[in-house]
C-alpha cells in the first residue's frame, strides 16, 4: 500500500530532551516536507527536501533540523524542544519537486512539558 | 508576505444541502489552488485542484471555483452526506524565493442528521 509514515503517533517530552520524529515513503517520491498544524494556523511549513541530500528551511524551522540521506526517509529533529513546539506534526511527500499533489502521513501529536 | 485567507472557520449544514467554503489569496501570480479534507485523526487528503487555466473543475460532488481577476476561489460540495464532516484546507502555490504551498486556516464542516 502506498502510503507515508510516520513515528510515533503519540510523543509526550520534557523541555530540552532531543527527539527525532521519523517519516518514511515507499512511493519513490522526490519532495518531502514537514509541517506543523496549530488551531487556527492551518498547516505551516517547517523544512523541505527537493531531493536526496537537498534541504531548505519553511516557514517555521527555527528550533528544527531535517536530513535526507535515503530517499524514502526524511526525520524531523528537535534539539532542544521547548513548550511552544507543542503541536500536530505531519510529514508530506510528492512525485515531482513541484510540492503538488502531496501524501500526508498520519501525524505525530507532540507535548513538550 | 503571501497569504490564503479561508472562511469560514465552522459551518453547520443539514444533511443534502449544499456547502460553500470560501478562501481568497494575496500572491497574484499563484496558478495552482488545491483542496484538502482532513478527517478525525488522519492527515489531510487532496480531494481536488484547480489550475489558473479553468475557472471550475467537477468531480462528482465537488466542484472549485475561480476567479482570478478577484484572487478568490471556492469549495462547493452538493447533497452532503455524513462522511463529509471533517477540517477542509484550501492552499496556493506562490512564488518568491522559491514556489511552496501556503495552506488556509481550515474549515471544520459538520453535517447534522
Known amino acids: 500500500e502506498a502510503q507515508v509514515t510516520q513515528n510515533p503517533r503519540y510523543l509526550i517530552t520534557v523541555t530540552g530532551k532531543k527527539l527525532t520524529v521519523t517519516c518514511s515513503q515507499n512511493?519513490?517520491?522526490?519532495?518531502m516536507s514537514w509541517y506543523r498544524q496549530d488551531p487556527g494556523l492551518g498547516l505551516r511549513q517547517i523544512y523541505y527536501s527537493m531531493n536526496v541530500e537537498v534541504t531548505d528551511k519553511g516557514d517555521v524551522p527555527e528550533g528544527y533540523k531535517v536530513s535526507r540521506k535515503e530517499k524514502r526517509n526524511f526525520p524531523l529533529i528537535l534539539e532542544s524542544p521547548s513548550p511552544n513546539q507543542t503541536s500536530l506534526y505531519f510529514c508530506a511527500s510528492s512525485l515531482s519537486g513541484s510540492n503538488e499533489k502531496l501524501f500526508f502521513g498520519s501525524g505525530t501529536q507532540l507535548s513538550v512539558l | 508576505g503571501e497569504n490564503v485567507e479561508q472562511h469560514p472557520s465552522t459551518l453547520s449544514v443539514q444533511e443534502g444541502d449544499s456547502a460553500v467554503i470560501k478562501c481568497t489569496y494575496s500572491?497574484?501570480?499563484?496558478?495552482?489552488f488545491p483542496w484538502y479534507k482532513q478527517e478525525l485523526g488522519k492527515g489531510p487528503q487532496l480531494i481536488i485542484d484547480i489550475r489558473s487555466n479553468v475557472g471550475e473543475k467537477k468531480d462528482q460532488r465537488i466542484a472549485v471555483t475561480l476567479n482570478k481577476t478577484a484572487k478568490h476561489f471556492s469549495l462547493h460540495i452538493t447533497e452532503t452526506q455524513p462522511e463529509d464532516s471533517a477540517v477542509y484546507f484550501c492552499a496556493a502555490k506562490v512564488y518568491s524565493s522559491a514556489s511552496k504551498i501556503i495552506f488556509g486556516s481550515g474549515t471544520r464542516l459538520s453535517i447534522r442528521p
Open positions: 512511493m519513490n517520491h522526490e519532495y
Open positions: 500572491d497574484s501570480a499563484s496558478n495552482y
